[in-house]
């Protein structure tokens, strides 16, 4: 689906302004030893995987890849009441 959404996005973008992919990797693309990917995960990659996400979702680390990905930060801090990092990370609570 986000391939999907991606080569549209490129071919059409009349017609998409944005995306945002999320868990774009599925988990049993990763071949851990030990889990075929079926939910729910033992204890040990269901504690690594939270705290990895917690740390994706980190206001700090959400700043870390929009300074990464904008030349500019007005490109994502446009006024003092939108903050993209809040919307992002909203998305994920």
Same mark, same amino acid.
């Given at each position: 689906? $986000?391939?999907?959404?991606? #080569?549209?996005?490129?071919?059409?973008?009349?017609? #998409?302004?944005?995306?945002?992919?999320? %868990?774009?990797?599925?988990?049993?693309?990763? %071949?851990? !030893? $030990?889990?075929? $990917?079926?939910? !729910?995960? +033992? &204890?040990? +990659?269901?504690?690594?995987?939270?705290?990895?996400?917690?740390?994706? *979702?980190?206001?700090?680390? #959400?700043?870390?890849?929009?300074? &990464? &990905?904008?030349? *500019?930060? @007005?490109?994502? @801090?446009? =006024?003092? =009441? &939108? =903050?993209?990092?809040? =919307? #992002?990370?909203?998305?994920?609570?």
């Amino acid at each position: 689906g $986000g391939h999907l959404c991606a #080569i549209l996005a490129a071919k059409r973008p009349d017609l #998409i302004s944005s995306i945002c992919l999320l %868990n774009a990797t599925p988990v049993w693309g990763l %071949n851990l !030893p $030990g889990w075929d $990917g079926v939910l !729910p995960p +033992p &204890a040990i +990659p269901r504690w690594i995987g939270r705290r990895l996400f917690d740390l994706i *979702r980190d206001l700090g680390t #959400i700043d870390k890849y929009l300074t &990464a &990905a904008y030349h *500019r930060r @007005e490109a994502f @801090e446009k =006024d003092a =009441d &939108a =903050d993209l990092g809040s =919307d #992002i990370r909203g998305c994920t609570e």
